[in-house]
């Protein structure tokens, strides 16, 4: 029979175990938010760009 220390050390352990695999997540998810910003920046850039590209053809024709 388990007693709730033999159930409290298991859940600890399991949650030693999480905290390793969220740390490697976290990491994962802040690459991807840098990258998402990056990529949004780029867009809005190019986006506008083209954006003056059309209004000055427009102009000249």
């Keep these: 029979m ?3 220390l033999d159930k409290f050390l298991t859940i600890e352990k399991m ?3 999480a905290e390793e695999h969220m740390e ?3 990491s994962a998810l802040e690459k991807r938010y ?3 910003n ?3 920046r780029e867009y809005s ?3 506008h760009t083209l ?3 059309v ?3 427009k102009k000249r024709f």
């Design 2 to 4: 388990a007693t709730n």
């Design 15 to 17: 949650m030693q175990e």
């Design 24 to 26: 490697v997540y976290l």
């Design 34 to 36: 840098e990258y998402m």
């Design 38 to 40: 990056d990529y949004r």
């Design 45 to 47: 850039n190019l986006s």
């Design 51 to 53: 954006g003056r590209i």
């Design 55 to 57: 209004q000055s053809d």
